[in-house]
T-cell receptor, first 111, second 120 residues
Framework: SQQGEEDPQALSIQEGENATMNCSYKTSINNLQWYRQNSGRGLVHLILIRSNEREKHSGRLRVTLDTSKKSSSLLITASRAADTASYFCATDPGGYNKLIFGAGTRLAVHP | GAGVSQSPRYKVAKRGQDVALRCDPISGHVSLFWYQQALGQGPEFLTYFQNEAQLDKSGLPSDRFFAERPEGSVSTLKIQRTQQEDSAVYLC??????????????????FGEGSRLTVL
């Protein structure tokens, strides 16, 4: 069974716009990670945020974590067509990288 | 190698056939994970190896699924008497740190591109 849900399931935007994806989860966590998956490819790690952190940045990515609401968000600023992919949040309850993934958000960025 | 390599990339099997899926992790990576990803879903944990030891196999869906990593490097996921519900992408991931060192969430997983299994 999967830990949580991403919202929205699908998102379609124009290049240059920002994309925001949300993730909710059910149990307490050690950390939460975001991964990207291009169609037919493996997952690529984007960013990890620990349970004692509230916000983290990496390039055009901004991740927030609200443990009281058991939710996280991923913001991609100034999106590009190359950002088109599925984005998954994954929780790590025990801190051992035994990840529990959500169902993902499919992002389409149109030129 | 430069990344996690999986083979075959695509496998079509008739129901009842046995299949074997191979994973070559990044050289020197201690931890190896197998995940199953159904169409349109996120990956689900199957099993974990630390070197040659299978420390967690709680995600294997049935006793038809078997995984091994005899020399602590290459791993094989075997599915016996395949069923249609086994159709999925099987992802392998590796990490430099051991399970104990991973405590605290210090390492990222490096995923292969997966083996897509279709059972007819």
């Amino acid at each position: 069974s999967q830990q949580g849900e991403e919202d929205p399931q699908a998102l379609s935007i124009q290049e240059g716009e920002n994309a925001t994806m949300n993730c909710s989860y059910k149990t307490s966590i050690n950390n939460l990670q975001w991964y990207r998956q291009n169609s037919g490819r493996g997952l690529v790690h984007l960013i990890l945020i620990r349970s004692n952190e509230r916000e983290k940045h990496s390039g055009r990515l901004r991740v927030t974590l609200d443990t009281s609401k058991k939710s996280s968000s991923l913001l991609i600023t100034a999106s590009r067509a190359a950002d088109t992919a599925s984005y998954f949040c994954a929780t790590d309850p025990g801190g051992y990288n035994k990840l529990i993934f959500g169902a993902g958000t499919r992002l389409a960025v149109h030129p | 190698g430069a990344g996690v390599s999986q083979s075959p990339r695509y496998k079509v099997a008739k129901r009842g056939q046995d299949v074997a899926l191979r994973c070559d992790p990044i050289s020197g990576h201690v931890s190896l994970f197998w995940y199953q990803q159904a169409l349109g879903q996120g990956p689900e944990f199957l099993t974990y190896f630390q070197n040659e030891a299978q420390l967690d196999k709680s995600g294997l869906p049935s006793d038809r699924f078997f995984a091994e990593r005899p020399e602590g490097s290459v791993s094989t996921l075997k599915i016996q008497r395949t069923q249609q519900e086994d159709s999925a992408v099987y992802l392998c991931a590796s990490s430099l740190r051991s399970w104990g060192e991973l405590a605290g969430g210090t390492g990222e997983l490096f995923f292969g591109e997966g083996s897509r299994l279709t059972v007819l």
